[in-house]
């Protein structure tokens, strides 16, 4: 063959590379060879194994299903704290959950429910409104899931405790999928996740006592430099309504549970929401197994069933109560895994752009600057022209201040010269 034939083969085999989470997620034979390259099972797995790792998720499941009594009741004093809008959709509530054998109900008097139950009669009312056959054409994203986003937000701010953040549009990291054949078709380096429940650890020794180099290794944040304080993150969440929100929530998972892996931490989970079938929420759990990522159904969940929200909230609270634990537990083995990491650094399984890849898909939303205006040029191109826009700015601007400094000052602000120029 000759060099020229070669460098045809090469350019192409370049400009077939997919560099975007988004369009690997829609792509599912790409994305199956994606997930085994990087060691995971992307089946979700309806039945839980029995071993003792699991009775934590059994626990959750079960938590989510013991409510309080006075949802029983529409006329408990409770109700009063929600919004009159919403009033209307307490009794549809309590007639679901009164006689369902599937709810066990305490006398808990946790004062941050009666709020969470306007959030989910909120979630409710709103979709009742946006599913009507007249604006089936008009749903978007944002419309189906900035609700879903306060209440899984104040599923972290409900007890005041600043335990958990729940943040949106956060960019995390990949780990390599590198391949030794040279028509690999993927060069994805990291997802942008709708949204991330994480954990700050503040003074967590085997982070903040460590260089740049091991701290970003740690950290599934996109971010240069890396966060002063390590971040774990606990839940992704993905709303996409064409269908591709599971496989992209995988990708963010596979990221959290590399950070863990990294740490030394395997034995925890990482959780896992999605939508799916338009107005179906799923809720997933990952763990690392025998050297391989598998993941296990949760729950799936109805927007349009106001006692399978009120389940989901639950499930959320207890999947909180499990952040709570692993913080305990990273707190008192601090020093102990600090020495580990100390003694055998981990590897680096973050991927890398390869330098000859040529972006044939749009790179994800975060890694160019965002163009006002509609602008037509190609996002691939952005740093190029900014880097031609900024090669003169000095001489631009001393020529600029030179200018405003040989001005008669007393010119530029003559009520007369504005009259006339307006006129």
């Not at 063959?1 to 090469?10: D, K």
């Not at 040279?182 to 903040?208: H, W």
């Not at 580990?340 to 749009?362: C, F, G, K, S």
Request: charged residues 25%; glycine residues 6%; hydrophobic residues 35%.
């Amino acid at each position: 063959m000759t060099s020229a034939a070669t460098s045809e083969t090469s350019t192409r085999s370049c400009k077939s590379r997919m560099t975007a989470a988004s369009e690997l997620a829609k792509k599912d034979r790409e994305f199956a060879d994606w997930a085994k390259a990087v060691k995971v099972d992307p089946k979700i797995k309806a039945i839980l194994p029995g071993g003792s790792e699991f009775a934590c998720i059994k626990e959750l499941q079960s938590d989510s299903k013991k409510l309080p009594g006075w949802l029983r009741d529409p006329d408990s004093k409770e109700f009063g704290h929600i919004p009159p809008v919403y009033r209307k959709w307490k009794k549809p509530l309590c007639s679901q959950l009164k006689d369902n054998p599937r709810y066990t109900f305490n006398e808990s008097e946790d004062q941050t429910v009666p709020f969470a139950i306007g959030l989910i009669l909120q979630v409710y009312n709103h979709g009742t409104r946006i599913e009507t056959p007249n604006r089936n054409s008009l749903k978007s994203e944002t419309d189906v899931r900035f609700d879903i986003d306060n209440l899984v937000m104040y599923s972290c701010d409900a007890d005041e405790d600043e335990l958990l953040v729940y943040s949106t549009e956060q960019k995390l990291k990949l780990p390599s999928a590198k391949s030794s054949q040279p028509s690999n078709q993927v060069d994805v380096t990291s997802t942008t996740a709708d949204g991330v429940i994480s954990l700050d650890l503040i003074g967590f020794e085997p982070y903040s006592f460590s260089d740049l180099q091991l701290q970003a290794l740690l950290s599934a944040f996109s971010t240069k430099p890396p966060t002063s304080n390590l971040i774990l993150v606990h839940l992704v969440a993905e709303y996409k309504c064409d269908g591709n929100g599971e496989n992209q929530m995988k990708m963010g998972m596979v990221s959290a549970l590399y950070q863990k892996k990294m740490i030394g931490i395997q034995g925890q989970f990482v959780f896992g929401l999605f939508q799916f079938m338009g107005n179906r929420l799923g809720v997933v759990a990952g763990i690392w197994q025998d050297g391989t990522i598998n993941f296990y159904r949760v729950g799936n969940y109805l927007r349009q069933n106001l006692a399978s929200l009120v389940e989901l909230y639950f499930l959320l609270r207890a999947v909180k109560r499990l952040a709570a634990k692993y913080k305990t537990e990273l707190e008192q083995s601090s020093n102990e895994l600090a020495n580990r990491i100390e003694a055998n650094p981990p590897a680096d399984e973050w991927a890398t752009r390869d330098t000859d890849t040529i972006y044939e898909a749009p790179e994800e939303p975060t890694d160019e600057p965002q163009q006002g205006g509609g602008s037509n040029i190609p996002q691939g191109m952005t740093r190029a022209l900014l880097k031609l826009e900024q090669w003169d700015a000095t001489d631009r601007i001393n020529a600029y201040t030179k200018s405003v400094s040989n001005c008669d000052s007393g010119s530029l602000w003559q009520p007369d010269l504005l009259e006339s120029n307006d006129s």
